[in-house]
């Protein structure tokens, strides 16, 4: 494979070049992790950065309804959007949440649009990873924005935030004064929370929803990477298309106000220092992997479980044996 070339298109913006790649970094096999490495050094070159918004919802909050009516007032402001997921569900299951193709078909047919379901991988780490290089490879590519799509389910929410400059969340209204059972460790990675469905019979609801959300979003410890004000609760209504500007108006003066301060910066060092520690973790992990390693694993398993060894020892045994 030319990589030199694969990577000029990259650069020239061509989607055809983009999807190859993302695929090569997706692949396992030795050679084409190399090819990838290659590949994802040269493009580093580049220095082009998008802005990166992850977002997430539980399913049916809104949004894929959300993001292409989003995507498609970003494209009419000239603005090229790409769409990423990270959809823990494809791993378990082998049928992804994320990725069904009759999602978003207004965007998808935008020649500035790029859409790009989650890779099927056996562990969220892996899904992770390979988004990461799949955001890179977006960039390289001239991207202006670059939205990372989640689902709610948890820890997915902790890795796309280490993936994205800033963070949506989207709620739908709920009654009563019920928080949605949304965890603290969610609402403290928002930057923007966004009651969708704020129309019709909703409005009401979804307005008082908001509130309760600004009121809970009050009580957090301030955070040194947010301006006076942030983070904020907002009502949008993706399938009426209301309240999209506005998002987009916070979104960029709380992304200015970042690389003002100097905290965009800061928090894309960090999470090059977080994704390099996870590349040595999961190496390390990927050691275990092999057919010797499981046998040795086994024996020495079994001789924890006899009392012959303590596990100390089995596993300095174990690592001894692996060069580790
Ligand atoms: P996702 O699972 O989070 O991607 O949710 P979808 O975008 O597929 O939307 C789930 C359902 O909610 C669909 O029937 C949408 O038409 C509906 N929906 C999405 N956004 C809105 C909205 O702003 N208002 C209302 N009333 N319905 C919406």
């Known amino acids: 494979m030319d990589i030199a070339h694969l990577s000029d298109r990259i650069l020239n913006a061509d989607r055809r070049a983009l999807a190859r790649a993302i ?6 096999r030795a050679d084409h992790r190399v090819a990838a490495d290659d590949l994802l050094s040269r493009l580093a070159a580049s220095g082009r950065q998008s802005l990166r918004i992850g ?7 809104g949004k894929s309804t959300f993001i292409e009516a989003f995507g498609m007032m970003l494209i009419a402001k000239g603005l090229r959007v790409a769409v990423l997921a990270v959809d823990p569900s494809s791993a378990r299951s082998g049928g992804s949440i994320l990725g069904d193709k009759t999602r978003m078909e207004r965007l998808s047919r935008e020649r500035s649009a790029f859409i ?23 960039e390289a590519a001239g991207f202006d924005v670059v939205l990372i799509e989640t689902v709610g389910v948890g820890q997915s929410e902790t890795v796309v935030s280490e993936l994205s400059d800033l ?30 469905k704020a129309d019709g019979d909703l409005k009401a609801t979804a307005t008082r929803t908001c509130a309760d959300y600004a009121g809970a979003l009050r009580l957090l410890r301030k955070r040194p990477q947010d301006p006076e004000g942030f983070p904020k609760a907002l009502t949008v209504s993706a399938l009426e298309e209301a309240g999209l500007e506005q998002s987009w108006e916070e979104i960029q003066a709380l992304a200015n106000w970042r690389r003002e301060s100097g905290h965009w910066d800061r928090n894309r060092a960090a999470q090059a220092q977080y994704w390099f520690a996870e590349e040595v ?7 275990l992997e ?10 020495l398993s079994s001789a924890v479980a006899d009392g012959r060894q303590t596990p100390q020892a089995a596993a300095r045994d174990l690592l001894a044996g692996l060069g580790v």
């Open 290 to 299: 092999t057919p010797w390693a499981r046998s040795r694993m086994a024996e």
């Open 55 to 61: 977002l997430s919802g539980t399913p049916g909050v």
């Open 281 to 287: 973790r999961q190496a390390l992990l990927a050691r």
């Open 23 to 28: 695929t090569l970094v997706e692949s396992a």
């Open 167 to 196: 963070f949506l969340l989207l709620l739908a209204p709920a009654g009563g004064d019920e928080l949605q059972g949304v965890k603290r460790g969610i609402m403290e990675i928002a930057d923007l929370i966004l009651v969708n």
């Open 116 to 138: 790009r379901p989650s890779p099927s991988q056996s562990h969220l780490g892996g899904v992770a990873r390979r988004t990461r290089d799949a955001v890179a490879l977006c």
